[in-house]
């Protein structure tokens, strides 16, 4: 059985092939640390596990090398900090301690390696010099920026010419750009900000651009060309694209990754998820009120490729199916796909069709190959309780229910019913009122 994947930058489903069967590299775009990550940002995270897991089981474990980097600068991160008035390596060091716990619980297991920019300044100079020196590059009051011009066919990956890229980028308009799509690899820090000695014989310390510290974290851990490179759908452009032109204009290679894949977004309750729509959930405080196992698989019911929608229903059906699924499933003690689940993840990870196998295989009393196979994709532990109840806010609403029946308004209190029921909730009517209890 071979594995297809779909990569973004060629538009198809292809079989994967490694350039090195003995080291299979893939590099996943990791967090920028200044606060606690979001459920969205868990969805690369997850999903390049189970990709790593699925490559680790083909290759065998000690053949595969999963990056996913860390950056630790950036103006959140500085703004942040000063916020706080705590210095800027103390939140950053508090934010991925958090970011570790939180993915763990997810059932991720760690990267190969977890490189963090501030750690790779010198192998961004090192690109930046490159760039400077055969053209690609140029340096203007204090600043280096890329000359997308250099390149003839930047803009591949997102399929965009530069035209439209101006017209439809907010693109900082700086006098000093030889072009409006020249973008940052090197700035100048300002006073309080972090800085390093600059590269190109520019006097005043400065700061790497973002982009560039993909370029070097992925160069000095998997080489000038690797197999996979992931991130979020978001990150295409101009993140991914600029990724590109800056390694291959470096190392004047073909491609900089065979693959480039990337998840689709997730919105909350059909809206996106924003802290002023006060619907902006945290992993860390999803994680207070549900196991990890069932944000996993929740996260994974959905096809990678496809956006999704969080919703407390779909948790709540998460929660009873993986119940099901894991019914006698004590302590795994080995971990392995099974045929069928190994078939629908080699094309292209289709989960959803994964998840309906082990159904399948639930129904057929595949118990050892079940638990094997769920141990294999990071489901360890059944589900014992569901989310904990707020039973402050369900009488609340069984008073508002209460309060609608008796305005005969059934059609409000059907739908309170039903609101109390996707929380798991089951009420009981009688004479002397309304009780409730939790479904089983
Ligand atoms: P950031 O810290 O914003 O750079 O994001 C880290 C990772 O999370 C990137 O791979 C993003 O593409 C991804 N990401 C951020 N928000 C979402 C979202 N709402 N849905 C899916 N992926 C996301
Ligand atoms: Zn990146």
């Known amino acids: 059985m071979d594995l297809k994947l779909y990569d973004t930058l060629t538009r198809e489903k292809r079989p994967f092939q490694p350039i090195d069967p003995a080291r299979v590299r893939m ?30 089981q083909i290759y065998g474990a000690d053949h595969v090398v999963y990056v996913r980097n860390i950056t630790d600068v950036d103006d959140k991160i500085n703004a942040r900090a000063a916020e706080r ?4 390596r103390q939140l950053t060091e508090e934010t991925y301690a958090n970011f570790k716990a939180d993915v763990a619980a997810l059932g991720c297991l760690p990267p190969t390696v977890e490189p963090r920019a501030t750690e790779h300044i010198a192998e961004m100079k090192t690109l930046i010099e490159r760039l400077v020196a055969n053209g ?53 820090s300002k006073q309080g900000e972090p800085g390093w000695s600059s590269p190109c014989g520019i006097d005043t310390p400065g700061r790497p651009g973002w982009h560039i510290e993909c370029s070097a974290m992925s160069w000095k851990h998997l080489g000038e060309t690797f197999d996979i490179h992931g991130g979020g759908i978001d990150l295409v452009f101009p993140h991914h694209e600029n990724e590109i032109a800056q390694s291959r204009c ?27 729509l006060g619907n902006f959930l945290t992993i860390d405080d999803l994680l207070k009120d549900w196991p990890g196992e069932v944000l996993r698989f929740n996260m994974l019911r959905t096809h990678y490729r496809q956006p999704i929608d969080w919703t407390l ?40 069709k994964a998840i309906a196998e082990l159904h399948a295989m639930h129904g057929r009393g595949d118990g050892a190959a079940l638990a094997a196979t769920l141990a ?17 806010a369900i009488a609340a609403l069984i008073d508002k229910r209460r309060a609608a029946r008796t305005a005969k308004n059934f059609a409000e209190s059907d739908r309170i ?13 009688s004479r002397d009122g309304t009780t409730w209890e939790l479904a089983p």
Request: hydrophobic share 40%; with cysteine.
């Open 376 to 392: 294999a994709l990071g489901f360890v532990r059944r589900p014992q309780s569901r989310r904990k109840v707020d039973e402050t």
């Open 417 to 429: 019913r039903d609101e109390l029921q996707a929380m798991g909730v089951i009420l009981k009517d």
């Open 313 to 352: 229903r779909g948790l709540e059906e998460s929660f009873s199916s993986l119940r099901t699924l894991m019914d006698g499933i004590e302590a795994q003690t080995s971990d392995s796909i099974a045929p069928g689940v190994y078939e629908a993840l080699c094309d292209d990870i289709n989960m959803p």
């Open 27 to 56: 590099y996943v775009c990791g967090p920028t640390v200044y606060d606690h990550a979001h459920i969205g940002n868990a969805r690369p995270v997850i999903v390049f596990d189970v990709l790593f897991r699925l490559l680790r």
């Open 85 to 88: 008035g705590i210095p800027i």
């Open 136 to 188: 690609c590059a140029y340096v203007a009051e204090g600043h280096v920026l890329f000359h997308v011009a250099a390149m003839t066919d930047y803009g591949r990956l997102s399929n965009r010419s530069l035209d439209e890229m101006v017209a439809g980028a907010r693109v900082e308009v700086a006098p000093y750009k030889k072009d409006p799509m020249d973008f940052v690899l090197w700035k100048p």
């Open 250 to 276: 470096a190392f004047h290679t073909p491609v900089m990754a065979n693959f480039w894949m990337h998840n689709g977004f997730l919105q909350v309750e059909g809206e996106k998820m924003s802290k002023s």
